[in-house]
T-cell receptor, first 110, second 113 residues
Framework: DAKTTQPTSMDCAEGRAANLPCNHS???????VYWYRQIHSQGPQYIIH???NNETNEMASLIITEDRKSSTLILPHATLRDTAVYYC???????????FGGGTRVLVKP | DTAVSQTPKYLVTQMGNDKSIKCEQN?????MYWYKQDSKKFLKIMFS???????INETVPNRFSPKSPDKAHLNLHINSLELGDSAVYFC????????????FGQGTRLTVV
């Protein structure tokens, strides 16, 4: 599975959109981009995933560049409860395990 | 109802002891996993089972032995505990192998003293 690069940490103001970048320049054609988050002292939680089209669900939006080498997770209106570590993971259809990197530690401030 | 439940939530034990962590999922999923999160917060997969069969063993010491009595349960037994085994252990499940919308339990914090 392709490697991902994320900023170590970022701050966001409550009520504003949080844009979390992820680089995955070695992604191959059949690999998906997945996002998970881990709130302190809890297990990881699935957020969203996509292949090449932009995706939106009740939690977030995922924007994937046309060349698929990078993506952005958007939390439209960040709340204090969105403070967590966010993981961007690239996973191939033939794979059988999620590999977590260091993630981005997001702190939502009042 | 909790989808993926682990017991116990906290476990403190002495070096050399043998302990087990239990995991149950009520989602009807075929695939279950054990992950370890160490003090540096990296999450690493240890084992994966699909329909009670072992499909992933990530070079985990033999002291760690998973057991899946049925596809709703995946227990982790650890022999001769060492200080370095101290970590948070997460159980997870997904509908099938290769399907990565996984559901995680709340974790078991193991402290070896």
């Amino acid at each position: 599975d392709a490697k991902t690069t994320q900023p170590t940490s970022m701050d966001c103001a409550e009520g504003r959109a949080a844009n979390l970048p992820c680089n995955h320049s070695t992604i191959s054609g059949n690999e998906y981009v997945y996002w998970y988050r881990q709130i302190h002292s809890q297990g990881p939680q699935y957020i969203i995933h996509g292949l090449k089209n932009n995706e939106t669900n009740e939690m977030a939006s995922l924007i994937i560049t046309e060349d698929r080498k990078s993506s952005t997770l958007i939390l439209p209106h960040a709340t204090l409860r969105d403070t967590a570590v966010y993981y961007c993971i690239v996973f191939g259809a033939a794979g059988n395990k999620l590999t977590f990197g260091g993630g981005t530690r997001v702190l939502v401030k009042p | 109802d909790t989808a993926v439940s682990q017991t116990p939530k906290y476990l403190v034990t002495q070096m050399g002891n043998d302990k087990s962590i239990k995991c149950e999922q009520n989602l009807g999923h075929d695939t279950m996993y054990w992950y370890k999160q160490d003090s540096k917060k990296f999450l690493k997969i240890m084992f994966s089972y699909n329909n009670k069969e072992l499909i992933i063993n990530e070079t985990v010491p033999n002291r760690f032995s998973p057991k899946s009595p049925d596809k709703a349960h995946l227990n982790l037994h650890i022999n001769s505990l060492e200080l370095g085994d101290s970590a948070v252990y997460f159980c997870a499940s997904s509908p099938r192998q290769g399907y990565t919308e996984a559901f995680f339990g709340q974790g078991t914090r193991l402290t070896v003293v």
